[in-house]
């Protein structure tokens, strides 16, 4: 066969294989198969020393014709692999910008919070004002006026965060019952939520910082029956359901008679169960009738007035009602647990 023939054959063939690629890849194979320096065309090429003078310029002419045929056939192939690509990512990542914005995604309560606000309602309907007192205590409110002096071994009960001039980070919220009882004075039903700080070494069940809840009531003919049906009336209302308590003697020398306040397992509901360690109880507020020496230091008189007091953990009973295992979660600022309540 004519070289010229060859050539044009060679043409015929390249290009109906170009139309056939289905894809970028495919096409560029092709390419690389015919144009490349390896290629078909270059393959000729090196018979053009055999021929003629006249027979070489044909052949060139012709060799250079079908070059030119093949690569612009397949720079519009390529364009066309291109625009088709683009059109599909148009269609796939349309975004229609005349809609609305999402708006900001609500926050929601922290767990605490929202145990506070339950408790602080509760409270407030049954005549109860709820009072707010520094974090940075003195001595005296935080230990001496709830008949803690200096060298009682009771100061031991609460490693203290010291600070400059004798003061202190308050160890509880009992000391807002001493500054309630000073500023507002008997008859009295208050309670004090709010965080307490303590030097403790932090793990899954200590944190330095936490929250509690003060609650006291003076009044005249104050008694323990009084104590027992507000502890159940709160507790019922915190787990949404009736509980049975049962009190054990405590020590803390702001009460006396003290008390451990205990809630029948709320898991097994008595029988005994991993949570309440088979014993059928879990221990959750401590509390008493206040001292006598307690309210004489506040200006009350124990012949005439009398009084409860309890302190409830509201980190603690944040983490047994939602379940959470870990103290440190609560602080931790993450939101992908905080957006779960
Ligand atoms: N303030 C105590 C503490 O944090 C808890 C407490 C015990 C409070 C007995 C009371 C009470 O009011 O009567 O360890």
């Known amino acids: 066969m004519k070289l010229d023939d060859q050539i044009q054959k060679l043409e015929a ?18 390419r690389v198969d015919v144009l490349g320096r390896k290629g078909s065309l270059a393959q000729i090429s090196k018979d053009f020393g055999k021929l003629t003078p006249e027979e070489r310029a044909s052949a060139g002419k012709a060799l250079n014709a079908a070059k030119q045929a093949l690569e612009s056939a397949f720079e519009s ?14 269609r796939a990542e349309w975004v229609d910008l005349t809609l609305p914005a999402p708006g900001p995604r609500p926050g929601s309560l922290h767990p605490v919070t929202q145990i506070q606000d339950e408790i602080e309602d509760l409270f407030t309907s049954l005549g109860f004002a709820v009072l707010d007192g520094p974090e940075v205590e003195t001595e005296y409110h935080n230990f001496d006026a709830l008949n803690i002096p200096p060298e009682h071994p009771a100061r031991d009960m609460q490693d203290t965060f010291w600070l400059e001039g004798g003061n202190l980070l308050r160890t ?29 070494e932090v793990d899954a069940s200590h944190e330095h910082t936490f929250y509690q809840v003060e609650g006291m009531m003076v009044d005249r003919d104050v008694s323990v029956a009084h104590l027992i049906y507000f502890m159940k009336t709160l507790l019922s209302a ?6 049975t308590v049962r009190l054990r003697p405590g020590y803390f020398p702001f009460v006396e008679p003290g008390f451990e306040l205990d809630v029948q ?3 097994c509901g008595g029988p005994g169960c ?3 360690k088979q014993s059928g109880w879990v221990e959750l507020l401590p509390c008493g009738l206040v001292q006598p020496n307690v309210l004489r230091m506040s200006g009350i008189d124990p012949d005439e ?20 295992d870990d103290i440190r979660l609560l602080q931790s600022g993450d939101l992908r647990f905080l957006s779960q309540f």
């Not at 063939?13 to 560029?28: C, H, K, N, T, V």
């Not at 008997?186 to 709010?194: C, E, F, H, T, Y």
């Not at 007035?305 to 959470?324: D, K, S």
Request: proline content about 5%; charged content about 25%; overall charge positive.
């Open 305 to 324: 007035w009398g009084g409860f007091a309890f302190g409830l953990g509201l980190t603690r009973l944040a983490m047994m009602r939602y379940g959470i």
């Open 172 to 200: 509880h919220t009992s000391p807002v019952q001493v500054r309630g009882m000073e500023k507002l004075g008997p008859p009295l039903r208050m309670i004090a939520p709010g965080r307490a700080f303590r030097n403790e």
């Open 274 to 276: 991993p949570v309440c």
């Open 265 to 267: 397992c709320l898991i």
């Open 77 to 90: 192939r390529k364009q066309a692999f291109a625009s088709d690509a683009l059109n599909q990512r148009l």
């Open 13 to 30: 063939g390249a290009l109906a294989r170009i139309q056939e690629a289905i894809d970028s890849e495919a096409l560029e194979a092709v």
């Open 238 to 243: 915190i787990f949404r359901r009736e509980v």
